[in-house]
C-alpha cells in the first residue's frame, strides 16, 4: 500500500490546482485520475469571467477568444445588449487548459495516476482501485458531479443535463466580442447560449431538467429558426452534467474533503463552478496543509468554514434569482423583458453586471426601484432580507 500526505480523487482543472499549491507546500501529493487523457471528453462551455487571470494562471495560449458584451434574448426575442468597453470574459481551450493544470501540478511534484477509477474509499484515508492501494492523512474528492467520496457521508447529487454542439459557417456570421443567452420557460432556470471562437466558429449549448434527447431538440430548433445557423454545421457534439448547487451538501468528514463540483460549488444562476472551484482550492490547500503539519485533522473544518463565509450571501442571492427564473412563463418573461428595458436596466446591467457576483446588480436593482417592477413582492422581500 502506497502512503501519501494527501491522495486527490479526480485530476480536473480545481484538483490539479489544489494539487499544485499543496505540492507547493512541500507535501507529498497523488492525483488518481479515472480517465486516460485528461480534459477528454469536453464537458464545458468554456468562458470564464475576467477574473480568472486574479484567481488563476491563465496563458494566453489556450484563451480562443475575448468578450465583452452580451445579447439577451426573451422567448419572443425581444432583446437587451449589455456591455462593458473592456474585456469580461475569455473563451478557452477547456482541455488545453485542464491538460496545462494537470502537468503544473506534476511540475510541482504530485504524482498523476490516469487510468485509475477508485472503486472503493472510506472516510479513514483509504483509497482502492483496480491496480493500487492507497493511504492518505487527507483524501480530496475532485471527481464531479457523480463523486464517489461523496456517496460516502450524501444524499445522492442532483444535477442538470448540459448539451452543446461546436458549429462552423462557411461565411463570417459572428460578433467575437459578444455571446447569445436565449431564455424560456422550457428550460428554466437553465438557458441557451452562443459563444464565439472565431467569426464562423462557435458552440452553442444550454442546461435544464431535460434528457439529453429532449435538449437536442431544442439545440435544432434553436438553429432552424435563427438566422445566424443558417446552413452552419454541426462539428461536434458533447454532453455532461452541472450538479444543481446544495447549501445543506458536507464537504469535509473525518479525513475526507470535497471540492468543486463534487462539493456543488457551482453558481446556481449559471451552472459555472470553475472560478468558484479555484477559489476554493486554494482556501483548502491553505487548510490541508495546517492539518499534515499539525497532524491535526480538526484544521479541515476551517475550510468548511471559510468557504461559507466567502461565498454563502453571493450564492443564497443567486438561489433567489434562480426561484425567480423557475417561477416564470414565457409571457413573464416577455412582461419582464418590456420592463427592464423600459426601466433602463440595459445601462444599469452593463455597469453593474459581473458573471460571477450577482449581488452587486440585484443591490442596485433594489436601490433605483427596479426589482419591484419586475417580480413578485414576496420574492423581493425575499431577496432584501438576505442582506438584513
Known amino acids: 500500500m502506497k502512503k501519501y500526505d494527501i491522495a486527490v480523487v479526480g485530476a480536473g482543472p480545481v484538483g490539479s490546482t489544489f494539487a499544485r499549491y499543496v505540492a507547493d507546500n512541500g507535501l507529498n501529493v497523488v492525483m488518481v485520475e479515472k480517465k486516460r487523457e485528461i480534459g477528454i471528453p469536453l464537458q464545458c462551455a468554456g468562458l470564464l469571467g475576467q477574473k480568472i487571470k ?29 456591455g462593458k468597453e473592456n474585456v469580461q470574459a475569455y473563451v478557452i481551450d477547456r482541455v488545453g487548459y485542464d491538460k496545462y493544470l494537470a502537468n503544473l501540478a506534476v511540475d510541482s511534484g504530485a504524482e498523476l495516476l490516469m487510468n485509475h477509477k477508485v472503486i472503493h474509499s472510506d472516510l479513514n484515508g483509504c483509497i482502492e482501485t483496480k491496480e493500487t492501494k492507497i493511504q492518505a492523512d487527507i483524501i480530496v474528492g475532485a471527481d464531479g458531479h457523480s463523486s464517489t467520496l461523496s456517496n460516502n457521508f450524501n444524499e445522492k447529487p442532483r444535477s442538470f443535463m448540459a448539451a452543446q454542439y461546436l458549429i462552423e459557417t462557411d461565411i463570417p456570421v459572428f460578433d467575437l466580442e459578444n455571446v447569445h443567452l436565449h431564455v424560456d420557460d422550457l428550460i428554466s432556470p437553465g438557458f441557451l447560449w452562443t459563444i464565439p471562437l472565431t467569426s464562423s466558429t462557435a458552440r452553442i449549448g444550454l442546461f435544464a431538467d431535460m434528457n439529453y434527447t429532449e435538449l437536442n431538440n431544442v439545440l435544432a430548433k434553436l438553429m432552424a429558426t435563427e438566422p445566424m445557423f443558417k446552413n452552419a454545421r454541426i462539428i461536434q457534439k458533447y454532453q455532461g452534467y452541472i450538479p444543481k448547487y446544495d447549501p445543506k451538501k458536507k464537504i469535509v468528514d473525518e479525513k475526507t474533503i470535497l471540492l468543486g463540483d463534487a462539493a456543488s460549488q457551482v453558481k446556481p444562476t449559471t451552472g459555472g463552478g470553475l472560478l468558484i472551484g479555484f477559489e476554493c482550492a486554494k482556501i483548502a490547500a491553505e487548510c490541508a496543509t495546517k492539518a499534515v503539519e499539525m497532524e491535526d485533522i480538526s484544521y479541515l473544518k476551517e475550510y468548511e468554514n471559510q ?55 440585484i443591490k442596485e436593482m433594489i436601490k433605483n426601484g427596479l426589482l419591484f417592477s419586475i417580480v413578485p413582492k414576496l420574492l423581493t422581500r425575499r431577496i432584501m432580507g438576505l442582506w438584513k
Open 307 to 361: 468557504i461559507s463565509k466567502r461565498f454563502r450571501n453571493e450564492l443564497r442571492v443567486q438561489i433567489e434569482v434562480q426561484k425567480i427564473f423557475e417561477s416564470m412563463n414565457n409571457q413573464d418573461l416577455d412582461e419582464m423583458f418590456t420592463k427592464l428595458k423600459q426601466g433602463n436596466a440595459e445601462e444599469l446591467i452593463s455597469k453593474y453586471g459581473d458573471m460571477d457576483t450577482q449581488s452587486t446588480l
Open 54 to 82: 486574479e484567481i488563476n494562471v491563465l496563458p494566453d495560449e489556450y484563451v480562443l477568444n475575448q468578450v465583452r458584451g452580451a445579447y439577451i434574448h426573451s422567448p419572443s426575442n425581444n432583446m437587451m445588449k449589455v
